[in-house]
């Protein structure tokens, strides 16, 4: 600095009180120095030059804090010193200006005493060389194109904002400059943030964090925020903060983390946040007793109808509309939930016994019960309820829902559109079918069941026209056991699909094989095929695979497809059976007469054999109203191209009436039982008569 600049800073100024003052400051206005005045630690006066490099008019750095405006008086620190403390006349000092819009220029100078008593002292500097001067332009320029919002704070006042700042907060730099960030951008609730912030930065230096700050409209806005130490001359003169928006990256995680415990159709909760509230539920309960809970399960009855007569696109618009009004009524503390297909769970809270859960299933019912409008068309779906509630049985959410499902199973077994209660005594049932899925599984698994093969002979010439496929459970000690309640039991677990599909592949091989030991032959198979086999999706696709793998002639491949799977859904049935018979297998309407099924299946549905009920079998020897029904039977058959086929022949009587009435097919225990394929094939290479034709 020139002896000049240290010749200014010994005089004594007494700005603005004596006389000479206005002259003083025309003196001090022209130096080319940067001249303050300080009295009791705050700035009373500053000269042309220094109010130029500030860039600040009278109101803003009038008694304004010397450490506000000069940082690193004494030299070696950065931390803001008062001039007057342990001070001596004329001491040279190397600082920061902190000027407006966040402007940090390097000076150099001295300070000297004027007057203790009045702890006035006068401040001359002069700014850095022309090569550092546009550093701070440079810095600023950096700064303001990054996309991050940057603020720098020097204590608890703010130097500086970029650009970016104002896009994200909407704050302009002269409305925070000198200001508290925590007035402007900290939300209240965040507030405790400050004392983490300290801690964090003591023991690490710098922090990133994820938090909320809000704007000036006073809209949140999830940010990314680092803060990190500001460095002057190599020492530390307050804190860089950056924001980076990470709203959009907070939508997608919620939104995963919404999709990943809620159904995506319907938007109710799945399975699993289901069983997460359910265990909450149980916890509370198992802590005060008067927080009771329970569960109910809910099945459409008829919902496969309208997804196959209306689409599958007219399915899902029933489910969320089913969605809608359960939670229409359920009350806020509740939740349901889809749990799968057409299966609903509700989770009941607060109630004392298990009447407060028959009302909300009364409720549910009465609603479900009201008429759906989809796609223009009117939809009763109606509903089947299984209702449990917690007590000292239920210790997990499992065998709360478990037992909520049993008693659901049991409102369908008696007709559908009710609600049962679980009790004790489902509990005997619940272990038998427990036992009987064990027994099943080891079945499975060890592979002890085969097909067993019953004849199907024409009645007129004693022909064998083919054989019926039966499952046949081999136990380990050698003996054969029917498979029947086995059967029943896969349909309920969810095996049927896969038995059916290993049904398929063993007839087709079986056919093939019979073909290579009677080349030419015509005989057929029939497979057995349950309501869920029926419906399965992949039962159809399945079968093309195995029919292109054995090269089979499909023609010789017949499924049997019961009377009342076909009554529950007439329309969905055409659909499959018209797939099947593109596929160029037969079907046979299998049990015909056991419910009545009307005649104009066999008119409107691609049938080629129709199995009399073994009731009708027994007509058949009666007089009256029941042989003139199995008359007319095998009339309408004959007339429409549909073959009658008459299952459970017992006597000679039978057998001869049959064949009088003019029945084409039949097979029963006077025929013939169902023969392993060794035996099977034997029979079909002999291609035997009947002994029992003759009368």
Request: charged share 25%; net charge negative; glycine share 8%.
């Amino acid at each position: 600095m020139s002896n000049a600049a240290i010749a200014w800073s010994e005089m004594s100024l007494n700005l603005p009180e004596n006389s000479d003052s206005t002259q003083q400051q025309e003196i001090l206005d022209a130096l080319p120095l940067l001249v303050f005045l300080e009295r009791a630690g705050r700035i009373v006066f500053a000269n042309a030059e220094a109010r130029h490099v500030l860039g600040m008019a009278e109101g803003e750095w009038i008694q304004r804090p010397v450490e506000d405006i000069l940082w690193g008086l004494f030299p070696g620190t950065a931390e803001p010193q008062t001039l007057l403390a342990g001070s001596r006349r004329g001491s040279p000092f190397h600082a920061t200006l902190a000027c407006k819009g966040g402007h940090l220029v390097p000076v150099e100078g001295t300070y000297s005493i004027l007057d203790a008593e009045l702890r006035e002292a006068v401040i001359v500097a002069q700014a850095g060389s022309r090569e550092r001067a546009p550093k701070p332009r440079l810095m600023e320029d950096v700064l303001a194109s990054i996309p991050e919002a940057v603020a720098i704070v020097h204590g608890s006042h703010v130097l500086y904002t970029n650009s970016a700042f104002t896009r994200m907060f909407g704050f302009t730099a002269d409305e925070v400059s000198g200001g508290n960030l925590r007035d402007f951008i900290v939300p209240e609730t965040r507030q405790h943030e400050n004392a983490m912030l300290q801690k964090a930065l003591k023991e690490q230096g710098r922090i990133t964090i994820e938090t909320v700050r809000i704007t000036k409209d006073g809209e949140l806005v999830d940010v990314a925020m680092q803060v990190a130490p500001l460095l002057v001359n190599g020492d530390k003169a307050g804190y860089v903060l950056t924001y980076r928006d990470i709203g959009e990256r907070k939508q997608v995680e919620a939104k995963l983390q919404h999709d990943a415990m809620h159904d995506v159709l319907t938007g109710l909760p799945n399975r699993a946040l289901f069983q997460d509230r359910l265990n909450l539920a149980l916890s509370r309960r198992a802590r005060r007793r008067d927080q009771g809970c329970g569960v109910l399960f809910v099945d459409l009855d008829r919902f496969k109808e309208v997804n196959d007569s209306l689409g599958h696109a007219a399915g899902d618009m029933l489910l969320m509309a089913v969605a809608e009004r359960l939670r229409a009524v359920l009350r806020p503390q509740d939740t349901a939930a889809r749990l799968g297909g057409d299966e609903f769970g509700i989770l009941v809270e607060s109630i004392l016994t298990v009447s407060d859960l028959n009302a909300v299933a009364e409720r549910v019912l009465q609603e479900l019960a009201r008429s759906f409008e989809i796609l223009g068309n009117p939809v009763k779906p109606s509903a089947s309820l299984g209702v449990a509630m917690a007590g000292d049985d239920h210790e997990t959410p499992e065998s709360l829902m478990r037992n909520a499902d049993l008693a659901m199973y049991r409102a369908k077994e008696n007709g559908g559109q009710r609600f049962e209660v679980f009790d004790k005594r489902m509990s005997v049932h619940v272990a038998g079918q427990q036992e009987r899925e064990r027994e099943l599984r080891h079945v499975l698994n060890k592979r002890e069941f085969e097909l067993w093969y019953q004849p199907i002979y024409r009645l007129a010439t004693g022909q064998v026209e083919g054989f019926e496929s039966l499952l046949r459970w081999r136990r380990a000690d050698g003996t054969v056991d029917s498979f029947r309640d086995l059967l029943s039991v896969a349909d309920d677990v969810g095996f049927a699909a896969s038995i059916a599909r290993d049904a398929i592949d063993t007839v087709c091989r079986q056919l093939r094989s019979w073909e290579d030991a009677i080349p030419g032959n015509s005989l057929m198979i029939t497979v057995n095929v349950t309501h869920r086999q029926f419906y399965q999706d992949d039962t159809v696709a399945h079968l093309k695979r195995t029919l292109a793998a054995t090269g089979v002639d499909p023609s010789r491949l017949m499924f049997e497809v019961s009377e009342t799977t076909l009554n529950d859904n007439p329309d969905g049935a055409v659909a499959v059976i018209q797939r099947l018979v593109d596929c160029g297998v037969r079907v046979a309407l299998d049990n015909f007469g056991s419910s009545l099924a009307p005649l104009n299946h066999l008119v409107r549905l691609p049938i080629a054999v129709v199995k009399m009920d073994p009731k009708l079998t027994i007509a058949a020897t009666t007089t009256g109203r029941q042989l003139a029904l199995v008359e007319s039977l095998i009339h309408v058959g004959k007339s429409v191209g549909v073959q009658v086929l008459a299952q459970g022949i017992e006597t000679q009587e039978q057998l001869n009436t049959l064949r009088r009435l003019g029945c084409e097919l039949g097979q029963g225990h006077l025929l013939s039982h169902a023969l392993e394929p060794a035996r099977a094939l034997e029979l079909a290479v002999k291609g035997c008569r009947m002994v029992r034709l003759d009368t």
